[in-house]
């Protein structure tokens, strides 16, 4: 069963992420008419351009590389191209696609309420990555695997974000407010599943120890 949950999150993961990187065909060239870019027209130039290209184009390869160094985390034999590529995707991620991700958070949609979210996730995911960086370079390997989790949970709050925001579309409550839920719970509620997650692993494992050496 863990492995069907496992390979059914694969398969969603795959249709979300091609989902969202089918809707840049109303981008080449810029099409405001198109679901994200209604109403940016007047803003859509300079920084924000920039910031707008670089951060679709540099979100699906942090995704995709992330992903495979999670699947790779394990396997000595892919050790070699872990780190490399672990180093590849800590400088993309802090160089290019956070900074251009504050650019964007400052023109989000429905205002400063999900502008919020974006800002705070952005430096979230900054933290994470330094810290995951800093306990692989000191061989710390549970640590920075930990870290390194809550970074890919937060570089996927997009196809989170694309799942609710679907949703709320279907089920016709799409507002404002829903979006600002979604900006927020795109990625706190995973992050929040995880911990939890941890905890009860963290207590389990010390009433394991406990119980032996009673």
Known sequence: MKRIAFWLLVMLFVKVLGSIVFEYRNYFPANFESN???GREAFFSGSYRVAFYTHILCGPISLLVAAFLIFSGSRKALSHWHRRLGKLLASLVLLVLLPSGLVMA?????????????FVQTFATALCVGFASWYASRRRFNQHRAWATRTFILLCSPLLLRLITGATVAFELESSWTYRFAAWGSWLIPLAVYECRNSILRRSIARSIKGTLS
Request: glycine share 12%; no cysteine; charged share 5%.
């Open 106 to 118: 400052t023109r989000a949609l429905t205002g400063p309420v999900a502008g919020a979210a974006f």
């Open 36 to 38: 994200f870019l209604v």
